[in-house]
């Protein structure tokens, strides 16, 4: 049994489609408060079906922030989210922060180096090297904290040390206090199994087609530049890849669901290392309104 309090934020992590956000809408509609996001991609607009953004009926049903609210073309960091999220730590309704991207729960919860932003000279020349170029240039004990198939990170990785001087490992260990400390929050990680997810991640991607997401595509298509951060939503590059004529929309949706998986699976992984201290949830075939406790006030 979890207990959540009014007066307390919670976070809740977890895998892409596993149903965070509908875990959050629940406590947002039995208790109140400000669903924020956590998520890297959901920030931008332009790709509100394939990132998932809540929508109409969601946003109706309880206040959302941090939502699209990036341009496409924008570049976004997660020093540039702990800064968008800080506000609605002092606020007056209690934040429900929520999202699949573990390193912007790491940084909220264990503190973030005040790194120097990447000059864009640098940025192109990181821009044209292969994933494997970028890890051999990479400190041993900084590549042995990443994620090596995750490109973004590996890249940023890249970025700091030539950038700087320092490994991002160095700027890691001389990281300033939390903006958030693990225990002044309730802290929830949903636990889905393989199977479970595999098959809801397929049903989600055939929903997002359904919803327009190859016309939504199609709108993005002028503006399309795989080297932006939101170019990098699942399904993005899939679908790109069937408007040039370079895939069939079968071979699309089976590349985009693979790659959704993998994703999970490097979440999943990411979770089980970092979250140790976290509320483990398992929600394959639990009763969320018998898991949670809801109180006037308790402490965690």
């Not at 934020?9 to 669903?35: D, E, F, M, W």
């Not at 729960?105 to 990447?118: R, S, V």
């Not at 240039?137 to 490109?151: F, K, P, S, W």
């Amino acid at each position: 049994m979890i207990t959540i309090s009014p007066h307390k934020p919670v976070l809740i992590a977890g895998p892409t489609a596993s149903g965070k956000s509908a875990l959050a809408l629940h406590i947002a509609k039995q208790q109140g408060g400000l669903i924020v996001n956590a998520d890297a991609l959901q920030v931008f607009d332009g790709w509100r079906i394939l990132t998932a953004r809540p929508d109409a009926a969601d946003i109706k049903a309880a206040p959302h922030a941090l939502y699209g609210h990036v341009p496409f073309d924008a570049a976004y960091s997660v020093g540039h989210w702990l800064r968008d999220v800080a506000p609605f730590l002092q606020g007056t309704a209690r934040p429900i922060i929520v999202g699949g991207t573990g390193l912007n729960f790491h940084a909220l919860t264990k503190g973030l180096a005040d790194i120097p932003p990447t000059p864009d000279a640098l940025r192109t020349r990181a821009n044209a090297l292969s994933l494997n170029d970028l890890l051999a240039d990479i400190d041993a004990e900084t590549r042995d904290r990443l994620d090596i198939q995750n490109r973004v990170r590996v890249q940023r990785a890249w970025e700091v040390l030539k950038a700087t001087g320092q490994s991002l490992a160095d700027w890691q260990d001389n990281t300033p206090p939390p903006l958030l400390p693990a225990a002044a929050a309730t802290l929830i990680t949903l636990d889905a199994p393989k199977d479970w997810l595999n098959a809801r991640i397929t049903k989600r991607f055939d929903m997002m087609l359904a919803q327009g997401a190859l016309d939504e595509a199609r709108a993005m298509r002028r503006h399309w530049n795989p080297d932006h951060l939101s170019s990098k939503a699942i399904g993005a590059p899939e679908l790109m890849g069937h408007l040039d004529g370079r895939l069939t929309l079968k071979e699309a949706r089976e590349a985009a669901i693979i790659a959704s998986r993998q994703y999970a699976k490097r979440q999943r992984t990411w979770f089980r290392s970092r979250h140790k201290d976290w509320h483990n949830l398992p929600i394959a075939s639990a009763d969320i309104s018998a898991t949670l406790c809801f109180v006037d006030d308790a402490a965690d």
